[in-house]
């Protein structure tokens, strides 16, 4: 059984963005696809969202109270590209009143209602796999926490979500380095290749000791996007996977994409 997603973000996949570009992404939009197809076969009556672009406080946990959300890829050209999501806000408001009895974590509510690209892109696909419209949405934006407790986070999350829904699901957004080499949009760094190698190898091997363990040094040489978000979503998925199967990994435009299901 499928229980949540790991998937980048690039705009540049939908046709409507990339044109004849996004056929250099062959690998990453194929198993996009297809891993878009099982989670919209799935049962889910909330989809728990957590990304690196959204309203990001350093030291503050956000989630969005907002009634729905929408949003559109004018940005990079395609204002035709938008979407409307329905939004568990009155989840998002039980969750925020709950952290706020924990002190050791900083948690807000905002209403924000907007569909950044690291959420757009994942809704885009899943919704052309025929996901329900009908199913709420919980959008998380992450802090710069410690892997560890960011972890915590998603469990307490995860908790909670179960005593207000039958199945909720996770989908966690994130590039992985954007300096993989030398045409890399942020430049080149070795580290770049090197983090994408090993998280990949950690996804693979289910290697949660390792993957909670990365120096903050080598995360900011790296210059990725996805790890906090997947701090958070290990911790939403804890006990509740056994296996990761990483369907494809590439870097075809100097940023690693790597996509990946969490089943038990």
Not at 114 to 143: C, Q, T
Request: hydrophobic share 40%; proline share 5%.
């Amino acid at each position: 059984m499928l229980e949540g997603l790991f998937l980048p973000h690039p705009p540049i996949i939908v046709p409507e963005v990339g044109g004849k570009r996004r056929e250099e992404a062959a690998k990453t939009i194929s198993a996009f696809e297809e891993a878009a197809e099982e989670f919209s076969g799935e049962d889910v009556d909330l989809i728990i969202f957590v990304g690196p672009h959204g309203e990001i406080d350093w030291n503050q946990i956000t989630i969005d109270m907002a009634e729905r959300f929408k949003g559109d890829l004018s940005r990079f050209n395609a204002r035709e590209v938008s979407l409307k999501l329905e939004s568990a806000n009155k989840f998002a408001e039980k969750l925020i009143k709950h952290f706020g009895d924990k002190a050791e974590y900083d948690v807000k509510g905002i209403n924000s209602g907007n569909l950044d690209h690291g959420m757009m892109v994942p809704a885009y696909f899943l919704e052309k796999a025929g996901l329900s419209k009908e199913i709420p949405w919980l959008k998380l934006n992450i802090a710069f926490w410690s892997a560890e407790k960011l972890y915590e986070f998603g469990k307490i999350v995860m908790e909670q979500a179960l005593e207000n829904y039958h199945n909720p699901k996770v989908i966690i957004s994130g590039d992985l380095s954007h300096k993989v080499n030398h045409g890399a949009p942020a430049g080149y760094s070795p580290a770049g290749k090197e983090f994408d190698e090993k998280l990949v190898n950690d996804l693979e091997t289910g290697n949660l000791g390792s993957l909670l363990n990365y120096d903050e040094n080598f995360l900011e040489e790296a210059g990725e996007c996805g790890y906090r978000p997947l701090m958070v979503g290990f911790g939403l998925l804890d006990g509740r996977w056994n296996e990761i199967d990483v369907k494809s990994y590439e870097a075809p435009y100097g940023v690693g994409y790597a996509v990946a299901g969490f089943y038990r």
